[in-house]
């Protein structure tokens, strides 16, 4: 049986993952919100950032540099991002 929240947060853009994390961080960071709700949401946030560290990977394989070596020939390969 697949998790539900799980799978609700694989479907999510990168975007719309990091507003909800920024969201819960600021909720969390008021101090407003009840223990049980406060570790939930916790919870949550770390799946919403773990989705969102693969996208950011997922995008940095994507991207590749151009390169033209000392004899024209030109190839690509990693994009050095780090």
Request: aromatic share 2%; net charge negative.
């Amino acid at each position: 049986m697949t998790d539900a929240p799980t799978a609700e947060i694989a479907r999510m853009s990168f975007e719309t993952a990091l507003k909800e994390l920024e969201t819960i961080v600021a909720q969390l960071e008021r101090g407003e919100v009840e223990l049980e709700k406060s570790i939930a949401m916790y919870e949550r946030g770390a799946a919403l950032k773990a989705h969102c560290e693969a996208r950011l990977k997922e995008a940095q394989l994507k991207v590749e540099k151009i390169v033209v070596d000392a004899d024209g020939a030109i190839s690509a390969e990693p994009a050095d991002l780090g």
